[in-house]
């Protein structure tokens, strides 16, 4: 099997895909099992039955624990949606839209959610004054931390860079129309040199710090800085940790 199929395959996601369609034989035989001893199930019993069996063997196959509540109710609420007669049109649309907001969250365990005023304002206030710093956001998101940084910083360079569509092209809208000197980019951080940067801004997830880590270790000049929002690194402790809000994420800054 090829490094790339063996990677693909420990995606979460599309094992808990693998798992709905081996858990539907097993139905299958149960619903029979059933049949002949002279229940007759309907298509809810078949939904429980086959939310059930998915739920198990995500247990046995090891996923994050919430996997199995998902699994569990994923065939109840396509029994639930098919009775809303809803045309097919409107799940393309609704595909359509969440592919462009999320696009290969699936296979970055990065999902979107936007940091906010604190953490931008606690950024910023890292920065130190020369003037043309080079700063960046990887993974931008709606763009608000880019955006903040470079209504703030006149003098510095902010650059965004995003992977999923939708994101990308709401924050390089609102960078056009508000003027802003920010740039928003659309690709993968991990195809950047961190080298060409001053500061690194994160705010991604606890699946990719150990090799943000790594990138960030071989890549990154002397002098600059790495924060991240939220999610710390086991590997090396942050020279600094700021509580931005009071029940909120800190931010956490590591200096080369
Ligand atoms: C938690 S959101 C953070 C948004 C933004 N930085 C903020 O502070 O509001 C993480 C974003 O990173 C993006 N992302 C994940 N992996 C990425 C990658 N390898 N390259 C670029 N963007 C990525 C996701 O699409 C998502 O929009």
Redesign the pocket.
């Known amino acids: 099997m090829s490094l790339r199929l063996r990677r693909l395959l420990h995606v979460p996601a599309l094992r808990a895909a693998l798992i709905q369609a081996g858990a539907y034989p097993i139905t299958l035989v149960i619903i029979y099992l059933l049949a002949t001893l002279g229940m007759k199930p309907g298509l809810p019993d078949v939904a429980v039955v086959q939310g059930v069996i998915a739920a198990l063997l995500t247990v046995r196959y090891g996923l994050a624990p919430w996997w199995r509540l998902i699994q569990l109710l994923f065939p109840l609420a396509l029994v639930a949606a098919g009775t809303l007669a809803l045309p097919p049109a409107f799940y393309l649309i609704v595909f359509v839209v969440l592919m462009g907001l999320f696009?290969?969250?699936y296979r970055?365990q990065?999902?979107?959610?936007?940091?906010g005023p604190a953490a931008w304002a606690a950024v910023a206030a890292e920065l130190p004054a020369t003037p043309g710093l080079r700063l960046i956001?990887?993974?931008?998101?709606?763009g608000?931390?880019a955006l903040h940084l470079a209504r703030v910083r006149p003098d510095a360079h902010v650059t965004g860079?995003?992977?999923?569509p939708l994101?990308w092209l709401y924050s390089t809208l609102r960078a056009a129309l508000s003027g802003s000197r920010a740039r928003f980019v659309r690709?993968?951080?991990?195809q950047l040199h961190f080298g060409d940067y001053d500061m690194v801004f994160a705010?991604?997830s606890p699946a990719v710090m150990s090799g943000l880590w790594a990138k960030a270790a071989v890549e990154m000049r002397p002098g600059s800085l790495l924060i991240s929002?939220e999610f710390e690194i086991e590997a090396c402790p942050p020279v600094k940790t700021i509580v931005t809000t009071e029940h909120g994420p800190a931010l956490y800054v590591w200096r080369f």
């Open positions: 696009w290969s969250t970055t990065v999902p979107l959610y936007p940091s956001d990887i993974g931008s998101g709606m608000g931390m860079i995003e992977l999923a994101p690709g993968d951080y991990e705010y991604l929002y």
